[in-house]
């Protein structure tokens, strides 16, 4: 980050400006930042811009030159009005980390989306679902035909069912958030053995854990629920491997520090890796795995990636998911005290 004059010159630059050109603070101060840049005219006609409020503020990628014959690195630039007449801030950003905060934006944009159209579509079925099946229930009691009742069987069968569906929908918003003291892995250990339970031979399951990471408020039950979801969706991947034996589950803790996510920046955050060795998530739909029921297996319900997303943002954290064949990482971020 510099902060400039109209005319380009450096007024002030921060250690990470000066780390990226590989030049001293001293020597960026007073030279024209413009020059730093592949395009140059690029730069001055912002701050042309900026300083004759022709806008606010002013976002482009570009090419930053450093020192020592090193590789041009490629950066999101970003310029702004201060509240000093004749300086302008230039924040100046990776593009890799451009790129994932607008991930993260996207992913929060749709899990509240996700949040507004499962409550709406739920309760949209919900009601006329119950007269479809006192209905069936009433003509079933009229007709004496054995023929006949076997059709409105399946329509009370058929209506219970998605009752089911809609009731697993609507669990995250009916149920109070019951906060308490929670340690990450007294849960992880929880889903470890729910796990093992279901699947006792062919699988693996490896533990990572930074012991230090700290107990923190949440709601314990609504956390298993989340990584048991990931788990299980994971081992449902991992059935080949299952079958010869050489499946692989990881849970893995660490600390990050100083980290943004949700738009906020935090001193302290869990993250909390789910790996599995399996196939990785299909590419048809890999931008869609959050929306609900988008299943990648036959007869899957498509829901529990939505509730586990749903049950981690009301933690304020986040869910991430990085998967290549051979290896699916599902990272849920927790916002530390």
């Known amino acids: ?11 002030f630059a921060n250690s990470a400006l000066e780390d990226a050109l590989g030049i001293s603070r001293r020597t960026i101060e007073g030279s024209s930042l413009p020059q730093c840049f592949t395009e140059p005219h690029i730069l001055q006609n912002a701050l042309e811009g900026a300083g004759s409020n ?12 450093r020192q020592s014959n090193a590789e041009p690195l490629p950066v999101h630039v970003v310029v702004a009005q201060t509240d000093k007449a004749g300086e302008i801030i230039v924040e100046l ?4 980390a451009q790129a994932k905060q607008d991930r993260e934006e996207r992913l929060l944009d749709q899990a509240q989306a996700n949040k507004e159209l499962i409550r709406n579509l739920a309760h949209e079925i919900k009601n006329p679902l119950g007269g479809i099946r006192g209905a069936a229930q009433l003509l079933e009691m009229e007709i004496d035909s054995k ?19 809609v009731d697993r929908l609507l669990a995250p918003h ?22 093992l339970a279901e699947f006792p031979r062919g699988l693996k399951v490896v533990r990572e854990y930074d012991i230090s990471i700290p107990e923190f408020r949440g709601d314990r039950e609504q956390l298993i629920q989340a990584v048991l979801n990931i788990a299980h969706n994971a081992c449902q991947a991992l059935a080949d491997r299952i079958s010869v034996g050489d499946a692989q589950l990881v849970f893995r803790t660490r600390v990050s520090r100083q980290v943004t996510f949700g738009k906020q920046r935090y001193r302290l955050a869990l993250e909390l890796h789910v790996i599995d060795n399996g196939p990785g998530v299909p590419d048809s739909i890999r931008d869609r795995i959050f929306f609900p029921l988008v299943s990648g297996r036959e007869g899957g319900s498509g829901l529990g990636l939505t509730l586990a997303q749903t049950f981690v943002q009301q933690h304020h954290g986040l869910i991430e998911c990085d998967s290549v064949p051979g290896r699916t990482d599902f990272k849920i971020l927790i916002p530390l005290p």
């Not at 950003?93 to 890799?96: A, M, R, S």
């Not at 023929?147 to 399946?154: A, D, P, S």
């Not at 009916?174 to 729910?194: A, F, K, M, T, Y």
């Open 174 to 195: 009916r149920r109070p958030h019951v906060v308490g003291d929670v340690n990450i892995h007294e849960v992880c250990e929880r889903v470890r053995s729910l796990i």
């Open 147 to 165: 023929e006949l009742k076997e059709y409105t069987k399946v329509i009370i069968h058929e209506a219970d069912r998605l009752q089911t569906l």
């Open 54 to 65: 022709e806008f606010a503020a002013l976002r482009y990628d570009a090419w930053l030159l």
């Open 1 to 11: 980050m510099a902060v400039v004059r109209g005319d380009g010159a450096v007024l």
């Open 93 to 96: 950003l990776p593009l890799e």
